[in-house]
T-cell receptor, first 113, second 112 residues
Framework: QQQVKQSPQSLIVQKGGISIINCAYE??????FPWYQQFPGKGPALLIA?????SEKKEGRFTISFNKSAKQFSLHIMDSQPGDSATYFC????????????FGGGTRVLVKP | DGGITQSPKYLFRKEGQNVTLSCEQN?????MYWYRQDPGQGLRLIYY???????QKGDIAEGYSVSREKKESFPLTVTSAQKNPTAFYLC???????????FGSGTRLTVV
């Protein structure tokens, strides 16, 4: 049973546009929500993360928005660049389950020049 | 530089053969994890270890085995009981059971 649902599966955006990826979770005990970026043939790398005590976190062109009541969180990539073309994964974990990360299915983002 | 090293990068397995994937970290992390990645299915947890000489099954442990004899090392064996082993395998580590995993570069396993 997938506890973290991610959409869309793929996304094409023009250079300079905004990429938006959404995730929904079921387990209300989740207390840590990271996003990972993965390039082909490489391991994922931590991009940005948020905890449920804040509704938004921004790091450079990347912003996480978090809606606790709706059990949803999203990644916004502002001013998207061709170098942002990658697969993005959301994830969630809870201390009660030993902080094991449960991942969404991934979104392949292509930024066209 | 600190990091996680996975080897080999590519691995080919014949039917009925056991193969072992190596994962070594020099980050002094306590917890280590093995994930399997298939197209369109995200990452699924195979096994994880929070301390030396202890490990637990993840969501898809059948057909796999691990050991954690040293803090730095967490090898994964794909046994002949794993009927569909072709996948990209990722090893990760973290401080204190989670929060900001560091991943290796992965091993791509193919059955021939």
């Amino acid at each position: 049973q997938q506890q973290v649902k991610q959409s869309p599966q793929s996304l094409i955006v023009q250079k300079g546009g905004i990429s938006i990826i959404n995730c929904a979770y079921e387990n209300t005990a989740f207390d840590y929500f990271p996003w990972y970026q993965q390039f082909p043939g490489k391991g994922p790398a931590l991009l940005i993360a948020i905890r449920p005590d804040v509704s938004e976190k921004k790091e450079g062109r990347f912003t996480i928005s978090f809606n606790k009541s709706a059990k949803q969180f999203s990644l916004h990539i502002m001013d998207s660049q061709p170098g942002d073309s990658a697969t993005y994964f959301c994830a969630a974990s809870t201390k009660a389950a030993g902080n094991k990360l449960t991942f969404g299915g991934g979104t392949r983002v292509l930024v066209k020049p | 530089d600190g990091g996680i090293t996975q080897s080999p990068k590519y691995l080919f397995r014949k039917e009925g053969q056991n193969v072992t994937l190596s994962c070594e970290q020099n980050l002094n992390h306590d917890a280590m994890y093995w994930y399997r990645q298939d197209p369109g299915q995200g990452l699924r947890l195979i096994y994880y270890s929070q301390i030396v000489n202890d490990f637990q099954k993840g969501d898809i442990a059948e057909g796999y085995s691990v050991s954690r004899e040293k803090k730095e090392s967490f090898p994964l064996t794909v046994t002949s009981a794993q009927k569909n082993p072709t996948a990209f395998y990722l090893c990760a580590s973290s401080v204190q059971q989670g929060d900001g995993y560091t991943f290796g570069s992965g091993t791509r396993l193919t059955v021939v």
